[in-house]
């Protein structure tokens, strides 16, 4: 989901943490080079500029692939030691099974990492720490959930556009659902509640106590009763006609925001950035964001890790620390919205007041710090990932009719325990 590679120089870093070493090639005029492998929007388009502007001896390209390619790609790579970008992040929900083979990327503990562990949330900090104590990748963003909404679309079906009556509508996702059927009573024509199912789904499963996991490693979702009550619950506002049935971060879906086809997406933090970019400058301040039914929740967040298959590690290191560190992380926040995994910048008045114009001014510094704060992140298994993409595939063959909820849900439990 995002560019490709990066190229890096071999220059010394005047920073608080100086780490030596040469590039992964060079470039025309000598620099050195090195490359990102990132998905999504990370928000570093302007920061690997100013990388760059500060260290003239660096050239940085990135190479950006779709949230499931890049992550079985870096797999790949990893298992041929060939490949890889010199800098890659991982998801999350990825996260436990790269972990698993720490001797496929540096011991940023190793370079200074057990100097800058106080920068980050604890869980941040240990979600990316091996079993044998090995630290492989520095913490991005965190996902935090609010949703963000159509306030004319709204308004058009005859309800509320005022975020906090907005968020009165919904305290919980049966009420969220309620208010679907009454928007779609009167709403404009080929306009539809929310995007597609599997994005509910996501938030709500975002949501529960125990997801895909539990902390031995072992699969539950088959026995785990609130993330089948969630999939009866989205199953049931799909065939109630509040879906516009498009999968997250498709082509199709990005088409959805353009042509305003749906009124409500579910957004953690980093959600912003992909509006913002869809939906294009002509709908600003139609947008806005309020709090998500059930009052918490993570989707998302990433880490940067350096694998050891790198010619120039210890610059790749240097650039991972530097993109993950406050003053950077702060600019992402307000550049992109990615919450920060910083929990200093909680308290700093610069983002805590920070309010977005795109969205109507919304006072997404206050309603995601506040989120942050209360985040008790669930456990994340080693292909949570994949069954996270495997959840939604089995919700889109019911949106498109290719089965009833309960055959696509058996199917979708089988295929998760093979």
């Given at each position: 989901m995002r560019p490709t590679a990066l190229a890096i120089g071999c220059a010394s870093l005047a920073t608080a943490l100086v780490l030596s070493g040469c590039g992964s090639g060079t470039a025309s005029g000598g620099k050195t080079k090195l490359s990102i492998g990132l998905f999504g929007n990370f928000g570093y388009a302007e920061l690997l500029k100013e990388y760059e502007s500060t260290h003239p001896d660096v050239e940085i390209t990135d190479r950006t692939a779709s949230y499931s390619d890049h992550h079985k790609n870096l797999a790949a790579h990893l298992a041929t030691n060939s490949g890889a970008a010199d800098v890659e992040a991982v998801d999350t929900g990825y996260i436990n099974q790269f972990k698993a083979t720490p001797d496929k990327f540096v011991d940023l503990n190793t370079k200074g990492g057990d100097q800058l562990k106080d920068r980050w949330l604890p869980w941040k900090w240990e979600g990316s720490l091996s079993k044998d104590g090995k630290q492989i990748g520095y913490g991005t963003d965190v996902g935090g959930l609010a949703i963000c909404y159509r306030r004319d679309l709204l308004q058009n079906a005859g309800l509320p556009a005022d975020r906090e009556q907005v968020a009165a509508l919904w305290p919980t996702w049966q009420d969220?659902?309620?208010?679907?059927?009454?928007?779609?009573?009167?709403?404009?024509?080929?306009?539809?509640?929310?995007?597609?199912?599997?994005?509910?789904?996501?938030?709500?499963?975002?949501?529960?106590?125990?997801?895909?996991?539990?902390?031995?490693?072992?699969?539950?979702?088959?026995?785990?009763?609130?993330?089948?009550?969630?999939?009866?619950?989205?199953?049931?506002?799909?065939?109630?006609?509040?879906?516009?049935?498009?999968?997250?971060?498709?082509?199709?879906?990005?088409?959805?925001?353009?042509?305003?086809?749906?009124?409500?997406?579910?957004?953690?933090?980093?959600?912003?950035?992909?509006?913002?970019?869809?939906?294009?400058?002509?709908?600003?301040?139609?947008?806005?964001?309020?709090?998500?039914?059930?009052?918490?929740?993570?989707?998302?967040?990433?880490?940067?890790?350096?694998?050891?298959?790198?010619?120039?590690?210890?610059?790749?290191?240097?650039?991972?620390?530097?993109?993950?560190?406050?003053?950077?992380?702060?600019?992402?926040?307000?550049?992109?919205?990615?919450?920060?995994?910083?929990?200093?910048?909680?308290?700093?008045?610069?983002?805590?007041?920070?309010?977005?114009?795109?969205?109507?001014?919304?006072?997404?510094?206050?309603?995601?710090?506040?989120?942050?704060?209360?985040?008790?992140?669930?456990?994340?298994?080693?292909?949570?990932?994949?069954?996270?993409?495997?959840?939604?595939?089995?919700?889109?063959?019911?949106?498109?009719?290719?089965?009833?909820?309960?055959?696509?849900?058996?199917?979708?439990?089988?295929?998760?325990?093979?």
């Open positions: 969220f659902m309620a208010a679907g059927k009454k928007f779609q009573e009167k709403a404009p024509e080929g306009v539809k509640w929310f995007d597609g199912g599997p994005t509910v789904l996501n938030a709500i499963v975002g949501q529960a106590s125990v997801g895909y996991y539990d902390k031995s490693d072992k699969i539950v979702v088959g026995e785990n009763k609130e993330i089948k009550a969630a999939w009866d619950l989205v199953v049931d506002g799909v065939q109630s006609g509040l879906s516009s049935k498009l999968l997250f971060s498709t082509p199709v879906w990005n088409t959805g925001f353009k042509q305003g086809q749906f009124a409500t997406v579910t957004c953690p933090a980093w959600q912003m950035a992909k509006i913002k970019d869809q939906a294009g400058p002509e709908a600003a301040g139609k947008w806005d964001v309020t709090s998500v039914p059930g009052g918490g929740g993570n989707w998302g967040g990433s880490y940067l890790t350096v694998p050891k298959s790198g010619k120039n590690v210890d610059k790749a290191v240097e650039l991972a620390a530097w993109l993950t560190a406050p003053e950077q992380q702060a600019k992402v926040f307000k550049s992109a919205g990615l919450l920060p995994s910083i929990p200093k910048l909680y308290e700093d008045p610069s983002i805590v007041d920070y309010k977005n114009p795109y969205f109507n001014d919304a006072p997404i510094g206050k309603l995601f710090t506040d989120a942050a704060k209360k985040l008790n992140p669930q456990y994340q298994g080693p292909k949570a990932g994949d069954i996270q993409t495997a959840i939604g595939n089995a919700m889109q063959r019911v949106e498109q009719g290719k089965q009833n909820g309960e055959d696509s849900w058996r199917q979708f439990v089988a295929d998760v325990q093979k």
